[in-house]
């Protein structure tokens, strides 16, 4: 009689076959798509978020959702120029000071940065 593999192996050929195949892992948090906000009075130009971006060089989801914003869409309240002059939302990394992966995030003065068409 073959003694069964062990449990170990079965789990790394399940963590291959996800990462060959993209499938989600149980457990594992599934970025949401990007999406406009809409352009405001004052605004440019609309913006289009992207998780998969920022996802891309910060590592938690808490780094954002715990200091700048709710969890939820549209449970922050608006993101205006004004706010973000007071350091609310984007400003909350993104001063220009701010390192991430050594490198200092663009300030909200770059404003073609997440407005451009």
């Given at each position: 009689m073959r003694p069964a593999p062990s449990l170990g192996l079965a789990s790394g050929i399940v963590a291959a076959l996800v990462l060959l195949t993209g499938a989600p892992v149980p457990g594992q948090i599934t970025l949401p798509p990007d999406f406009?906000?809409?352009?405001?009075?004052?605004?440019p130009a609309p913006v289009t978020f992207s998780h998969a971006k920022h996802k891309a060089t910060v590592e938690k989801c808490t780094t954002c959702h715990a200091r700048?914003?709710?969890l939820k869409r549209d449970q922050s309240g608006p993101i205006t120029?004004?706010?973000?002059?007071?350091?609310?939302?984007?400003?909350?990394?993104?001063?220009?000071?701010?390192?991430?992966?050594?490198r200092a995030v663009f300030s909200i003065?770059?404003?073609?940065?997440?407005?451009?068409?």
């Open positions: 406009v906000m809409k352009k405001g009075e004052n605004s700048a914003f709710k120029l004004e706010a973000l002059q007071q350091g609310k939302f984007c400003e909350t990394c993104h001063d220009g000071k701010t390192r991430v992966a050594g003065d770059s404003c073609d940065r997440c407005h451009g068409s």
